[in-house]
């Protein structure tokens, strides 16, 4: 993974040259904590909220107002609907599922479907389905 220190984004993107270089796509009203690592081709989009001490690992989506607490890890692929919550030090697992509008309150093992308040895990996904579930 390529770790990049995020800056802070308000209004329209304003994104480091090696983030651009690791082909991250991060969209208007996103803020990022400087102290975020950042992989590459990455998808964070409008408005979502990056706490202190997160991992964002290679090709994750991060969609519309998603609020991540500090210390959080997106593990590779996984991929977090919009509106969801996800509160401080939880681990999601790599090519997971979480489902629009879910509180992760505990960590999301790897290749799962999960969703709710509290988040919780609905199934494994098949080979086929990880990063295509929509
Ligand atoms: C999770 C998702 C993919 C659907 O998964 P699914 O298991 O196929 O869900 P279904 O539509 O079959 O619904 C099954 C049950 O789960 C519930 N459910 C579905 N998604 C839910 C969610 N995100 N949170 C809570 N409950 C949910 C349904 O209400 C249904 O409940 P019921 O059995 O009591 O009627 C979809 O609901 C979702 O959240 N998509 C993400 C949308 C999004 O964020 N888009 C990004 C736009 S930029």
């Not at 991250?24 to 408005?47: C, F, M, R, Y």
């Not at 992760?104 to 199934?123: E, H």
């Amino acid at each position: 993974m390529i770790t990049h220190s995020g800056e802070q984004v308000h209004g329209a993107p304003k994104v480091r040259a090696e983030a651009k270089d690791a082909r991250n796509i991060i969209e208007p009203g996103v803020v990022i904590h400087p102290s975020v690592k950042l992989g590459h081709g990455i998808l964070i989009q409008a408005g979502a909220t990056i706490a202190h001490d997160c991992v964002i690992c290679d090709f994750v989506t991060i969609c519309p107002g998603v609020n991540l607490a500090g210390g959080v890890t997106v593990g590779e692929g996984a991929w977090i609907g919009i509106n969801s919550c996800v509160v401080q030090g939880v681990t999601i697992g790599e090519w997971s599922f979480i489902g629009a509008g879910s509180v992760v309150v505990k960590d999301i093992p790897p290749r799962v479907l999960a969703y709710g308040n509290p988040c919780r895990v609905i199934r494994e996904l098949k080979p086929e389905e990880l990063g295509r579930i929509l």
